[in-house]
C-alpha cells in the first residue's frame, strides 16, 4: 500500500526553485501528510487469493486496471532508480550531470506520490494525501526547456543506444508511456486526477530530451534512425 491518510498537522508549500530539492527542510508548512508506517511484517498471506487492498482499505482483484496502473507506475520508479545509479557512477569523470542525478531523485518521490493517489478511491482521497499538481508538471517543463536549449535539430527519429544511461533513460520513457496510456484506460472508467495524466505526458517528454541531453553532456554519438538499413534493404 503506499499512503494512509493521517491527521493533518502544520503542512502547506511553496514552489520548488532547485530542480533537484524536494522541499526546503526548513519550512515549516509542507503540501503533504508524511507516511505513517510500520513495516514490520512483509507477508501477510492476504493476497494469497489473488486480491489487494486499496489506501480505502477496499479489496480488489490484483490485475483490475487500477491496479495494473499504479503497478506500471512503480515499475518505473525501479527503472528510475536504475538510471539513478548509473549517473552516479558517472559524476567523478562528469560532474555535470549531478543536475540530473538531483531530477530524477526528485521524480522518484514524485512517482510514489502518483502511486498513492492512483492507490485510493476519489471518495478515501485525504486533503493531505501526497499526489502530483500542477507544480510538479510546471517544473518538468521548466527542465525540458532548459535541457534542451543546447541540443541539435533533429532531423530523423533517434534509437536507444550511444551510451548505457542514454539506453536506461530510453527505458524510462517507454514504461512511462505504458504508465500512460494505463491511467487514460482507468480515466475512462473511473475518475481520474486530471494531473495525474498530465504529469506522466509531460515527463515522458522529459525522458526523451534527458536521453539526448546525456549523450551531448558525454560526447557520445545518437543513434539515428535509417529506415533504409533494415535487412529488406540489402535483399538483390
Not at 495494473?68 to 545509479?85: H, R, S
Request: overall charge neutral.
Amino acid at each position: 500500500m503506499f499512503w494512509k491518510p493521517r491527521s493533518a498537522g502544520r503542512r502547506g508549500g511553496r514552489p520548488i526553485s532547485d530542480p533537484g530539492a524536494l522541499y526546503d527542510s526548513g519550512v515549516d508548512e509542507k503540501p503533504f501528510s508524511e507516511p505513517r508506517l510500520a513495516l514490520n511484517r512483509i507477508y501477510t498471506r492476504r493476497g494469497d487469493t489473488g486480491e489487494t487492498s486499496l489506501a480505502g482499505g477496499q479489496r480488489v482483484s490484483k490485475d483490475s486496471l487500477r491496479i495494473e496502473c499504479y503497478g506500471a507506475v512503480d515499475e518505473l520508479n525501479a527503472v528510475v532508480g536504475l538510471a539513478c545509479v548509473t549517473v552516479e557512477e558517472l559524476i567523478p569523470s562528469q560532474g555535470e550531470l549531478a543536475v540530473l542525478l538531483g531530477i530524477l531523485r526528485r521524480v522518484q518521490h514524485e512517482l510514489f506520490n502518483l502511486g498513492s493517489i492512483l492507490a485510493t478511491l476519489p471518495e478515501d482521497v485525504h486533503p493531505k494525501q501526497p499526489r502530483v499538481t500542477p507544480a510538479e508538471v510546471e517544473q518538468l517543463e521548466r527542465e525540458i526547456d532548459a535541457m534542451n536549449g543546447p541540443l541539435g535539430t533533429l532531423r530523423s527519429f533517434v534509437l536507444p543506444g550511444g551510451s548505457r544511461l542514454n539506453a536506461e533513460l530510453h527505458l524510462c520513457r517507454t514504461v512511462c508511456r505504458r504508465s500512460e496510456r494505463l491511467a487514460v484506460a482507468l480515466s475512462r472508467e473511473e475518475e481520474m486526477p486530471e494531473d495525474a495524466i498530465r504529469y506522466l505526458n509531460r515527463l515522458s517528454d522529459a525522458f526523451f530530451v534527458w536521453c539526448r541531453w546525456v549523450n551531448h553532456k558525454l560526447g557520445a554519438p545518437e543513434v539515428l534512425w535509417e529506415p533504409n538499413r533494415a535487412a529488406s534493404a540489402h535483399q538483390s
